[in-house]
């Protein structure tokens, strides 16, 4: 079992930056593959970022490519996704999830097994 807390969401301008914060409990976090999704008032929850279990890999949506980049502290069991030249569109709830997108790529929803509960937020123009 895996419980994830999302921390370090708020309000943001335009062109600024924020890190949020994915805090794991359980022994097995170091196993799973971790990732970030977000999700957007009625939109559906789109992938944004993902880290292999052991920091070697990482890969990003194309719309944060370049401006985002998701790290790890396995002693820490904390993941990261520090958030540079933000824009209004990047307003969503955060979410963090584990799993092993072995078992059907990363950007899918189902192959993750545990979610937080999500943190917000906003970009003002």
């Known amino acids: 079992q895996v419980q994830l807390v999302e921390s370090g969401g708020g309000l943001v301008q335009a062109g600024g930056s924020l890190r949020i914060s994915c805090a794991a409990s359980?022994?097995?976090?170091?196993?799973?593959?971790m990732g970030w999704f977000r999700q957007a008032p009625g939109s559906e929850r789109e992938f944004v970022a993902v880290?292999?279990?052991?920091?070697?890999?990482?890969y990003y949506a194309n719309s944060v490519k370049g401006r985002f980049t998701i790290s790890r502290d396995s002693a820490k069991n904390t993941v990261y996704l520090q958030m540079n030249s933000l824009k209004p569109e990047d307003t969503a709830i955060y979410y963090c999830?584990?799993?092993?997108?072995?078992?059907?790529?990363?950007?899918?929803?189902?192959?993750?097994?545990?979610w937080g509960q999500g943190t917000q937020v906003t970009v003002s123009s």
């Open positions: 999830a584990a799993g092993d997108f072995r078992r059907g790529g990363y950007a899918n929803r189902a192959i993750y097994d545990y």
């Open positions: 359980g022994r097995s976090f170091s196993r799973y593959d």
């Open positions: 880290i292999t279990w052991n920091g070697s890999h990482t």
